[in-house]
């Protein structure tokens, strides 16, 4: 490995020899001194080269002076030099002043994308779009707040699964399906990981999670969906109802919120002006019906056909929220069945209503939960009620067949609770390559 | 959630009242006693009935025993009773003498598979195979090794990303690929994330992995292939050599097979009848070309038409290294260019050669791992060498046109180390749902 000081320990280290390598940002090429920003993962840092000149005080053309003169912005450089620190020197106090750069490879000039370009330029150039510090940073929160989710599965004795993409029949709904040639039949793309995280309650794993792509052929357009995401799924057995399930889903979420206030919440701060807000426990729970309730009080008459709250009123129920309870998320609870999956469990006293739950992270929904319908002859007949067959549904209903414990779990899409969490309007932002119906490159 | 004690947790707890719940692996129904093994995801348990007589001897038909009569294998229950030790008792010397037994699934009483069934069939069942202790131990061995090699990297500071699945062109080769509709044009499913794990390094991310599925549609029907698997993947830069990638390999693998001999070392040793070796640091390397000559000597002539080793090349190269070094492990390096991808560096002295290895563990390839070309001018002209149309690639030559440091990393299949670290000789054992050409379902 070249042998490189990362910029951001180099505040730490006293004057003397240093080794740094990244991206060039700026060039000023002047007459008498020449300054180079460089940049790497962890910061930026200011190189300095006074010119040589003569006994006559003519400039020389000599090293590192041509080859900086050469530099175009995004080329990647390794610089050996003295560092001095001196507080003068506005980013960060410190400079090193160059003894040799060396050139690993020399950007084409052309800069394709500016600060204020639109989000499609930005998308077409995505591996520029990363190098801004703001944009890199969503990636390294992502990394910690997995983790922490992760790390708070695997103490409780989570087993991690990996449930196959390629699926011999739709796992979710004939919609938005994307499908393939298999050798001499047909696959398609899972839609979730549902019916595989369901086997492994049939299986006696007990609990489970699973984080990775989930397909869906949604021709929409708006800020909020894409073709291909990442789901991070938690399936777990023995459950009373999905109180169970939203119990652990705000633990997980606390976790995963403390680990990246903790790692990143002065960054965040100063890149995003965002303070990250770690949740109480117990989040507000209401029952859809009384959050319909609530906004209709508050004069917003919900634009849909069907029984669900649409994007303003979710907002609107999250603004309730905030005002009463001083909390960003809400757990809305007991779906009526109209809007929910057949292998939703319906409520025992009434059947209109599921025991289930969306999670609602500053107005967005986050999550649908549910305690799932483990008794086959029922959800048989409401896998027919909603006009599915269950003959294509067979091999699925095996794992009912066989035996199998209450259970229930959730699914959170990772990039909208980022794009919530950093106050972002858009997934793209926050996705490391977004997939949408006319975006497939890079 | 059900108050449950986990089995493995009841021999330390006192005499005394227990609930737990778990699946029905067998039923004794004797005509004065009954016994159930009930077993959860930590272990198996004993449960006595004493069959209640009345004054004059009769056996009485009360509960909990016209339940267990009734009860079949597989069947989901939770029992309630008095926890005794009893070192009679040969599963672990304690039983739960019964007071009430509640079924939650009454399993079908057909019985699919048996413990003598053919993998085919077991497959066909897999949530049933996977209810079998050995069966069940590889994902929380999995779960173990994936988390250490995750700790592993964002303790270095790692960027977990994850790269998308749905692409406009082909990652690897046009042989072996998935195509799908995509709205109005055609997407291909990501051979791996090769380009996308690049990409972050032009980004300037410094240090990435990335876990997730990968899809090759390959006909073959060994023991060690399937169309979709979990790839295991890092790139890094500012690297010298190939060299610096299989430091930071070795590097990681000691780590999580650490963690598994650790936290499974015993039951892996019960079931599996394995000894989890954590390998020594420097593992052997050994240049492909002295290889094949090592091989040759053993007796072996390499059935191939290319440069590379055979499956039995590789058998014979791990017999050596084990004779020789003692060792499980062993890089082979400096593959020829005829047989790599483009995107991998060549040797500076000898171009026919690549700055690349290949990891062999237990005689098994589970790894490619190189330094990549990262002049664009070069790269080009190698992809044009392979008979790619730089065109198709343009996008990707982007990353290198705009500036990109050194660097290089691998891929590693997950199911393969596993099946290897266990001993298995197939694939289909280690894989939580395997994809094959005629395999789709469960």
């Known amino acids: 490995m070249t042998e490189r000081t990362l910029i951001k320990d180099l505040s730490a280290l006293p004057d003397g020899p240093v080794t740094v390598s990244g991206w060039v940002e700026t060039v000023r090429d002047q007459k008498k001194v020449q300054f180079v920003v460089l940049r790497d993962e962890s910061g930026a840092l200011q190189l300095v080269n006074p010119r040589s000149v003569d006994d006559q005080g003519v400039v020389l053309a000599d090293e590192p002076a041509t080859t900086i003169s050469a530099l175009t912005q995004g080329s990647f450089v390794t610089a050996t030099g003295e560092l001095k620190h001196d507080e003068r020197v506005k980013l960060g106090g410190i400079e090193v002043k160059l003894d040799s750069l060396t050139v ?29 510090p703001r944009n890199a940073l969503i990636f390294r929160i992502q990394t910690t707040l997995e983790h922490a989710f992760r790390t708070y599965w695997i103490e409780r004795d989570y087993v991690e699964i990996h449930t196959p993409k390629l699926m011999a029949s739709p796992s979710e709904s004939n919609a938005e399906l994307f499908k393939l040639d298999y050798f001499d039949t047909t696959a398609y793309l899972a839609q979730s990981p549902q019916f595989f995280k369901q086997m492994a309650q049939s299986a006696g794993f007990g609990k489970i999670f699973d984080i990775g792509p989930v397909f869906r052929a949604d021709p929409s357009f708006t800020s909020r969906h894409a073709t291909e995401y990442t789901g991070v799924d938690a399936e777990i057995s023995w459950i009373d109802s999905h109180e169970d399930v939203m119990r652990m889903q705000e633990e997980l979420i606390v976790a995963g919120f403390s680990a990246v206030a903790a790692k990143h919440g002065a960054e965040i701060r100063e890149l995003f002006d965002v303070e990250i807000v770690v949740p109480s426990i117990p989040f507000p729970r209401i029952p859809l019906l009384e959050a319909k309730d609530i906004v209709a009080a508050r004069g917003h008459v919900v634009d849909r056909n069907d029984d669900d709250l649409d994007p303003e009123g979710e907002r609107q129920i999250a603004a309730y929220v905030a005002e009463t309870f001083g909390h960003e998320f809400v757990f809305l609870t007991d779906y009526p069945a109209s809007i929910r999956p057949f292998y939703h469990m ?97």
């Open 346 to 442: 319906r409520n025992d006293e009434d059947t209109s209503l599921t025991k289930s739950y969306d999670l609602v992270y500053r107005g967005t929904e986050i999550t649908t939960g549910a305690q799932r319908e483990h008794r086959v002859d029922i959800l048989e007949a409401q896998a027919v009620e909603k006009g599915l067959d269950p003959h294509e549904l067979d091999y699925y209903l095996d794992f009912f067949r066989f035996g199998v414990p209450p259970h229930g779990g959730f699914g959170m899409g990772l990039a909208r609770v980022l794009m919530l969490m950093l106050h972002q309007g858009n997934l793209r932002e926050v996705t490391y390559l977004f997939r949408g119906p006319t975006r497939l490159q890079p």
């Open 104 to 132: 690993a490879t020399l950007a084409n000039p052309e800069t394709p994308i500016a600060a204020d370009s639109g989000i499609d330029k930005r998308m077409d150039w995505r591996f520029l779009d990363l190098r801004v």
